[in-house]
């Protein structure tokens, strides 16, 4: 009986741990590829090398990064591991608080994107001027910093946990990486604005006023 128990707890453990193990490595895959399709490098050679155009490669670029999330959440729901954390009392109330703000600000916010543009389904317009929205006032990404919100505002489980801290990680280090970038496109115009605005945290004391931002996008920084 005791070989048999000790059995089962061995066993347990091993799927528990293997289950953690195998969603680690479809995160870290998950990211190099989305990272790598973005690359400006790699995309000009897959545009070179295949039969995409550049209008549809916006659309293969969303369609791999949705179908690649699926083999993720399967093994999320899959194992869930034993709780973590809980949210309780008052806390569980300003947790619900703050992932309704959470999901009202980026709904709000896609009234000032292209979603056609972002999904592909249209050619986008080169465009060399800097544009803020008025969340971009206060944070220089709202959509992550809403994301990391709903990440950690909620109960988690071990396996939620994982990812929660895989993404949040990811979130960060892709920030930077889409920054250099802006930085390469928009100059000192985005340098200005870096100085000003904090990256995901909103901050009391720095943020940009209307007229402040109006100022900035009109400046052509050498």
């Not at 545009?47 to 690649?68: D, G």
């Not at 200005?192 to 943020?207: D, G």
Request: charged share 15%; hydrophobic share 50%.
């Amino acid at each position: 009986m005791l070989t048999s128990l000790s059995t089962e707890v061995l066993n347990s453990w091993f799927d528990a741990n293997t289950s953690l193990i195998l969603l680690c490595a479809l995160w870290l895959l998950y990211f190099c590829i989305h990272s790598l399709l973005a690359n400006n490098h790699v995309k000009s050679r897959l545009l070179t090398w295949s039969l995409l155009s550049e209008h549809f490669y916006r659309l293969f670029y969303n369609s791999i990064a949705l179908v690649t999330l699926v083999p993720i959440l399967i093994v999320i729901m899959r194992y869930q591991g034993p709780s973590v954390f809980q949210w309780q009392g008052l806390w569980y109330f300003l947790a619900l608080v703050l992932n309704l703000t959470a999901l009202t600000c980026f709904f709000w916010s896609l009234k000032y994107y292209d979603m056609k543009v972002f999904w592909g389904w249209k050619t986008s317009v080169a465009c060399s001027s800097f544009v803020l929205s008025p969340l971009h006032r206060f944070v220089r990404h709202p959509w992550y910093s809403c994301a990391l919100i709903i990440l950690w505002c909620r109960d988690l489980n071990a396996a939620q946990l994982l990812s929660s801290l895989l993404v949040s990680v990811y979130l960060v280090v892709g920030s930077r990486l889409e920054e250099a970038r802006l930085v390469d496109e928009f100059g000192r115009s985005y340098e200005k604005y870096m100085e000003r605005v904090p990256s995901l945290i909103p901050l009391p004391w720095k943020f940009l006023k209307k007229s402040q931002r109006d100022e900035l996008i009109s400046k052509d920084y050498i």
